[in-house]
C-alpha cells in the first residue's frame, strides 16, 4: 500500500517538491517487498540524475550490496557515491561504510584502506555517533593488523574526547529522573575496566577515568 501511495503521489504532483523523496520512500518500500530489482531502478535513476536525495540513494544502493554480500559491489556504490555528491552532508557515513566494507573483505591488504576510509570518516565528522563509530573502527583495523598497542591508544584517545564525560552525565541523569520520578525503582551503576566496581548514586560525582587501566 505504501509504494502504490508514493506511486500516487509521483504520478499526481510531479511538479512537488517532496518529488524525489517520495521515489525515495517508494524505493525503500519495493526493497523491503522483495523486488530489489525496481527498487534499484528507481534508486540508480535518483543518483544519475543528481537528485537532491540521490547521495541517500547512492548509500542505499551500498547497503543492499552489502546485504546481499557483495563487498566489493557495495564499495564501487560508496565510492561513486561519494564521486558524483562531493558534497554531501552523509560523507563522513559513507567513509565509515567503506571502512568497515573494507574489513569485511577479510584480507589484510585492505586493512590499509579500511584504516585510511576511517581517517577520512574522520575528517567530515559532524555527528558524535559517527565519530565514535570510526574511532571504535580505527581501533579494531589496528588491532588486526598485529598492532595491539595502537588499537589500545585509539580506544584511550576515545575517553579522552569525553565519551566518559557524557557516560557519567547520562547516568547520573537517569538516576535523578528515576529518585523523581519513580521513588520505587532503583538505577545499579557499575564501573568497569579490567575490574567491576559497583557505584552508589552518589559517588558518580567523583568518578573519574584513570589512565590506563583505570574505571571505564
Avoid at 552532508?89 to 586493512?111: C, D, F, S, T, Y
Amino acid at each position: 500500500y505504501s509504494a502504490r501511495s508514493f506511486r500516487d503521489l509521483e504520478l499526481n504532483f510531479p511538479q512537488s517538491e517532496y518529488l524525489d523523496r517520495a521515489r525515495l520512500w517508494r524505493a525503500r518500500c519495493l526493497e523491503r517487498l522483495g523486488t530489489a530489482g525496481e527498487a534499484r531502478a528507481v534508486l540508480r535513476a535518483l543518483v544519475l540524475e543528481g537528485s537532491p536525495t540521490g547521495d541517500e540513494a547512492g548509500l542505499q544502493l551500498g547497503d543492499m550490496a552489502l546485504a546481499e554480500g557483495d563487498t566489493r559491489g557495495a564499495i564501487d556504490e560508496y565510492r561513486s557515491t561519494l564521486q558524483l555528491f562531493p558534497d554531501t552532508g552523509r560523507k563522513a557515513r559513507i567513509w565509515v561504510r567503506i571502512g568497515e566494507a573494507q574489513m569485511a573483505l577479510g584480507i589484510p591488504a585492505a586493512l590499509d584502506e579500511a584504516l585510511a576510509a576511517f581517517d577520512r570518516a574522520l575528517e567530515s565528522a559532524r555527528v558524535d555517533s559517527v565519530e565514535y563509530r570510526s574511532r571504535l573502527n580505527r581501533g579494531r583495523v589496528q588491532y588486526l593488523k598485529g598492532q595491539p598497542d595502537a588499537a589500545l591508544s585509539s580506544y584511550q584517545e576515545l575517553l579522552r574526547n569525553g565519551r566518559f564525560l557524557a557516560g557519567r552525565k547520562v547516568a547520573m541523569a537517569l538516576d535523578s529522573l528515576i529518585r523523581s520520578k519513580f521513588p520505587r525503582d532503583v538505577l545499579y551503576v557499575a564501573a568497569f575496566s579490567y575490574f567491576v566496581l559497583p557505584l552508589k548514586p552518589r559517588q558518580l560525582l567523583e568518578t573519574h577515568w584513570i589512565d590506563p587501566g583505570g574505571t571505564d
